[in-house]
Structure formats: structure tokens, C-alpha cells
């Protein structure tokens, strides 16, 4: 889940064998970065839009994301604003590259909360290029809960590359 470059939402799909649903948070202007956005956000053309989405399967959250885009950008691609990013960006079944940029564990009281379980959690982010220029830059975290699919996940006591990545608080 990490590092593929598959569609996040097709595989929670096919892993819990239920439809993913795409629960629009928030889409809105993004004129002041936040200290954690991805670097590579700086790539984009302003003005940018910030996107938030929970990711279910039935009643389960299994995965938060985010997503800047060109605020141009945005309005010709994601038509469907509670459609996956990936069914929108293929629907004309054009070329794109997908590249993982980082990993991080994340620490957020809010998250605990909607997961209903104890941090830190997972998280990637990546970009989307389509003819050679970054289109949108995606942030997930995912859910302690994919476990139940994926199998165990390291703990932070059994693990030394743990302390490597960036913590996001």
C-alpha cells in the first residue's frame, strides 16, 4: 500500500471486497501552505486548492488523504468531486506517472479519533505527472485496520528504520 503505484482506492477495493467510498471533506483554496505540506506542492501553479477525503469500505475509515491542485487544474479534472481522483484523471484513458515521494509516520489526536485506534499511523505522498509537469501532489494516511488484510504491521519497539522518516504532528 505504501509504496505501489496502483490505486489506493482499487485496492482497498479488492481487499475488502466492498466499494470505496469517498467522503468530500473540504475543497477549497490553499493561498497559506502548511509548515507539514509535501515540498513538492512548491511545483505546483497557484492558485492552489486543497482537497480532503476519508477513504470507507461500509462503516470503517480506512484511509484519510489530501491533494493540492492548480486551482484550473482542478476544475477540468475532478469533475466528480466524490469520485476518486484516479477514476478521474483515467476516465479519457490518458497517460500518467505516478511517483512516491516520501513516507511518514503521522501523529494526530484527530485521527486517533476518527480510526479509532492509537497512532502513529502510515502515511505516503506522492505526484501525478501528465505530459512531464506535476499535476496534483496526494497525501494518505491509512488506517491501523488494513492489518486485518495486509497482515501484522512493525511496531515503533521492533523496528530501527521507524525513526527515519518524518514525523507530521
Not at 501484522?152 to 522518516?165: A, E, R
Amino acid at each position: 500500500m505504501l509504496l505501489g503505484d496502483g490505486s489506493p482506492t482499487r485496492h482497498l477495493r479488492l481487499l475488502t471486497g466492498q466499494a470505496v467510498n469517498v467522503h468530500l471533506i473540504a475543497m477549497e483554496s490553499d493561498e497559506f501552505h502548511e509548515k507539514e505540506t509535501p515540498k513538492e506542492v512548491k511545483e505546483l501553479k497557484e492558485p492552489l486548492i486543497r482537497r480532503q477525503v476519508w477513504l470507507s469500505c461500509g462503516t470503517q475509515k480506512l484511509a484519510w488523504a489530501e491533494s493540492w491542485w492548480n486551482q484550473a487544474q482542478a476544475q477540468q479534472e475532478l469533475t466528480n468531486r466524490n469520485q476518486p481522483i484516479w477514476s478521474s484523471l483515467t476516465k479519457e484513458r490518458s497517460e500518467l506517472f505516478r511517483e512516491v515521494d516520501g513516507l511518514a509516520l503521522v501523529n494526530a489526536i484527530w485521527l486517533e479519533s476518527q480510526f479509532e485506534e492509537k497512532g502513529p499511523f502510515w502515511s505516503r505522498h506522492y505526484r501525478f505527472f501528465r505530459d512531464k509537469k506535476a499535476l496534483t501532489v496526494i497525501r494518505e494516511v491509512f488506517n491501523p485496520k488494513l492489518a486485518k488484510w495486509l497482515g501484522p504491521i512493525l511496531s515503533q519497539t521492533n523496528t530501527s528504520f521507524v525513526d527515519s522518516f518524518q514525523n507530521i504532528s
